[in-house]
Protein backbone atom coordinates (compact mmCIF):
# COMPACT_ATOMS: atom_id res chain seq x y z
CA UNK A 1 0.00 0.00 0.00
CA UNK A 2 2.99 2.44 1.00
CA UNK A 3 4.30 1.26 -2.35
CA UNK A 4 1.48 2.32 -4.26
CA UNK A 5 0.97 5.40 -2.88
CA UNK A 6 4.42 6.71 -3.18
CA UNK A 7 4.45 5.77 -7.00
CA UNK A 8 1.39 7.91 -7.51
CA UNK A 9 3.12 10.48 -5.88
CA UNK A 10 5.93 10.32 -7.95
CA UNK A 11 3.81 10.04 -11.58
CA UNK A 12 1.58 12.86 -10.10
CA UNK A 13 5.01 14.99 -9.44
CA UNK A 14 6.04 14.71 -12.91
CA UNK A 15 3.30 14.91 -15.15
CA UNK A 16 2.03 18.25 -16.02
CA UNK A 17 -2.01 19.26 -15.20
CA UNK A 18 -3.90 19.89 -18.06
CA UNK A 19 -4.20 23.91 -18.47
CA UNK A 20 -7.35 25.79 -17.86
CA UNK A 21 -9.38 25.50 -21.21
CA UNK A 22 -9.25 29.29 -22.15
CA UNK A 23 -5.30 28.92 -21.47
CA UNK A 24 -4.99 25.84 -23.85
CA UNK A 25 -5.32 28.03 -27.44
CA UNK A 26 -2.07 29.93 -25.93
CA UNK A 27 0.21 27.21 -24.51
CA UNK A 28 3.93 27.48 -26.48
CA UNK A 29 3.29 30.59 -28.19
CA UNK A 30 5.71 33.13 -27.48
CA UNK A 31 4.94 36.27 -24.85
CA UNK A 32 3.02 38.83 -26.20
CA UNK A 33 4.64 42.25 -27.08
CA UNK A 34 3.94 45.57 -25.92
CA UNK A 35 0.56 46.83 -26.47
CA UNK A 36 -0.86 48.50 -30.36
CA UNK A 37 -0.26 51.90 -28.55
CA UNK A 38 2.90 51.61 -26.50
CA UNK A 39 4.09 50.25 -30.38
CA UNK A 40 3.96 53.27 -31.35
CA UNK A 41 5.32 55.68 -29.40
CA UNK A 42 8.86 57.37 -30.66
CA UNK A 43 12.09 55.50 -29.33
CA UNK A 44 13.33 58.24 -27.11
CA UNK A 45 17.25 59.07 -27.52
CA UNK A 46 19.37 59.77 -24.77
CA UNK A 47 20.30 63.78 -24.51
CA UNK A 48 22.27 65.08 -26.88
CA UNK A 49 25.73 65.62 -25.97
CA UNK A 50 27.17 69.30 -26.01
CA UNK A 51 29.97 70.33 -28.50
CA UNK A 52 32.17 70.55 -25.15
CA UNK A 53 30.92 67.10 -23.78
CA UNK A 54 31.93 65.45 -27.30
CA UNK A 55 35.29 67.27 -27.36
CA UNK A 56 36.14 65.91 -23.47
CA UNK A 57 34.65 62.16 -24.55
CA UNK A 58 36.03 62.04 -28.00
CA UNK A 59 39.04 64.17 -28.06
CA UNK A 60 40.22 64.55 -31.77
CA UNK A 61 38.39 61.66 -32.71
CA UNK A 62 35.34 64.67 -32.54
CA UNK A 63 37.24 66.63 -35.06
CA UNK A 64 38.39 63.77 -37.85
CA UNK A 65 37.53 64.48 -41.49
CA UNK A 66 37.25 62.25 -44.52
CA UNK A 67 39.01 62.66 -47.37
CA UNK A 68 36.38 64.70 -49.20
CA UNK A 69 36.24 66.95 -46.56
CA UNK A 70 40.09 67.16 -46.31
CA UNK A 71 39.95 68.58 -50.38
CA UNK A 72 37.19 70.74 -49.68
CA UNK A 73 39.81 72.76 -47.26
CA UNK A 74 42.50 72.19 -49.27
CA UNK A 75 40.62 73.83 -52.48
CA UNK A 76 39.82 76.77 -50.20
CA UNK A 77 43.53 77.01 -49.27
CA UNK A 78 45.07 77.55 -52.67
CA UNK A 79 41.63 79.58 -53.53
CA UNK A 80 42.91 82.30 -50.74
CA UNK A 81 46.59 81.96 -51.82
CA UNK A 82 47.34 80.10 -48.41
CA UNK A 83 46.04 83.27 -46.52
CA UNK A 84 43.00 81.63 -44.85
CA UNK A 85 40.33 79.14 -43.95
CA UNK A 86 36.69 80.15 -43.41
CA UNK A 87 34.62 78.79 -41.74
CA UNK A 88 32.17 78.01 -44.08
CA UNK A 89 34.42 75.59 -45.66
CA UNK A 90 34.10 73.11 -42.84
CA UNK A 91 31.42 70.14 -42.61
CA UNK A 92 28.59 71.38 -40.24
CA UNK A 93 29.62 68.86 -37.63
CA UNK A 94 32.95 70.55 -37.40
CA UNK A 95 31.26 73.89 -37.54
CA UNK A 96 29.67 73.17 -34.25
CA UNK A 97 33.06 73.09 -32.03
CA UNK A 98 33.49 76.97 -32.45
CA UNK A 99 33.60 78.48 -30.18
CA UNK A 100 33.01 75.34 -27.83
CA UNK A 101 35.22 74.76 -24.59
CA UNK A 102 37.85 72.04 -25.02
CA UNK A 103 40.07 70.19 -22.79
CA UNK A 104 42.34 67.99 -25.53
CA UNK A 105 45.03 65.47 -24.60
CA UNK A 106 47.87 65.15 -27.18
CA UNK A 107 51.50 66.13 -27.83
CA UNK A 108 53.39 69.58 -28.13
CA UNK A 109 55.57 70.50 -30.96
CA UNK A 110 56.78 74.34 -29.17
CA UNK A 111 56.82 77.27 -31.46
CA UNK A 112 57.57 80.61 -29.73
CA UNK A 113 59.39 80.55 -26.53
CA UNK A 114 59.76 83.30 -23.94
CA UNK A 115 62.52 82.46 -21.47
CA UNK A 116 61.20 79.07 -20.81
CA UNK A 117 57.76 79.48 -21.41
CA UNK A 118 55.93 77.95 -24.18
CA UNK A 119 53.49 81.11 -25.45
CA UNK A 120 52.30 78.78 -28.28
CA UNK A 121 52.39 75.22 -30.03
CA UNK A 122 51.03 72.68 -32.50
CA UNK A 123 48.74 70.14 -30.22
CA UNK A 124 49.46 66.86 -32.63
CA UNK A 125 47.24 63.71 -31.99
CA UNK A 126 49.98 61.55 -32.75
CA UNK A 127 53.46 61.65 -30.98
CA UNK A 128 55.03 60.42 -34.20
CA UNK A 129 54.32 63.97 -35.86
CA UNK A 130 56.13 65.35 -32.64
CA UNK A 131 59.29 62.39 -32.92
CA UNK A 132 59.46 62.29 -36.68
CA UNK A 133 58.53 65.35 -38.16
CA UNK A 134 55.82 63.64 -40.42
CA UNK A 135 53.30 66.49 -41.53
CA UNK A 136 49.79 66.12 -39.68
CA UNK A 137 46.56 66.46 -41.81
CA UNK A 138 44.19 69.38 -41.01
CA UNK A 139 42.66 67.44 -38.38
CA UNK A 140 45.45 66.22 -36.77
CA UNK A 141 46.85 69.15 -34.97
CA UNK A 142 45.69 72.25 -33.36
CA UNK A 143 47.78 75.39 -33.40
CA UNK A 144 47.13 76.65 -29.54
CA UNK A 145 48.22 79.96 -27.89
CA UNK A 146 48.28 80.86 -24.51
CA UNK A 147 46.03 83.26 -23.14
CA UNK A 148 47.82 86.69 -22.04
CA UNK A 149 48.96 85.54 -18.04
CA UNK A 150 49.26 81.60 -18.70
CA UNK A 151 51.74 79.57 -20.23
CA UNK A 152 52.82 76.42 -20.87
CA UNK A 153 56.26 74.00 -20.52
CA UNK A 154 57.53 71.67 -22.78
CA UNK A 155 58.87 68.04 -21.89
CA UNK A 156 59.91 66.11 -24.70
CA UNK A 157 57.44 63.18 -25.68
CA UNK A 158 55.54 64.02 -22.80
CA UNK A 159 52.08 63.94 -23.29
CA UNK A 160 49.66 67.53 -22.14
CA UNK A 161 46.34 68.40 -21.75
CA UNK A 162 45.03 71.89 -22.29
CA UNK A 163 41.93 74.04 -21.79
CA UNK A 164 40.54 76.53 -23.63
CA UNK A 165 37.94 77.84 -26.45
CA UNK A 166 38.59 76.22 -30.04
CA UNK A 167 38.30 78.27 -32.90
CA UNK A 168 37.63 76.62 -36.25
CA UNK A 169 39.24 78.15 -39.38
CA UNK A 170 41.75 80.71 -39.02
CA UNK A 171 44.26 83.05 -40.82
CA UNK A 172 47.93 82.68 -41.44
CA UNK A 173 49.94 81.86 -38.99
CA UNK A 174 53.40 82.64 -39.97
CA UNK A 175 54.92 83.43 -43.19
CA UNK A 176 55.96 80.02 -44.89
CA UNK A 177 53.32 78.01 -43.27
CA UNK A 178 49.65 77.40 -43.97
CA UNK A 179 46.68 79.07 -41.31
CA UNK A 180 45.62 76.48 -39.04
CA UNK A 181 42.15 73.99 -39.25
CA UNK A 182 42.04 74.38 -35.67
CA UNK A 183 43.09 77.16 -33.07
CA UNK A 184 42.79 77.16 -29.00
CA UNK A 185 43.16 79.76 -27.20
CA UNK A 186 44.32 78.27 -24.32
CA UNK A 187 44.32 79.15 -20.08
CA UNK A 188 45.86 75.44 -18.96
CA UNK A 189 48.06 73.19 -20.06
CA UNK A 190 49.29 70.28 -17.97
CA UNK A 191 51.76 67.11 -18.04
CA UNK A 192 49.57 63.98 -18.04
CA UNK A 193 51.02 59.96 -18.63
CA UNK A 194 48.98 59.47 -21.92
CA UNK A 195 45.91 60.57 -23.96
CA UNK A 196 42.70 59.06 -23.11
CA UNK A 197 41.71 58.99 -26.81
CA UNK A 198 44.20 59.86 -29.78
Given at each position: ????????????????????????????????????????????????????????????????????????????????????????????????????????????????????????????RDNAACCFGA????????????????????????????????????????????????????????????????
Amino acid sequence: MRRAFALALSIAACSEPEPPAELASVRGKPIAGPTSARAEEPVRAGPRLSPAERLARDGFEALRMNDAERATIAAALEASEHKQLPLECFPERVREFDGASAVLRGWMIPGRMEKRAVRDFMLVRDNAACCFGAMPTFDEWIHVEMEPGHEAKYLKQVCVEVTGTLAIGGRELVEGIDPPALRLRATRCRFVESPRRP
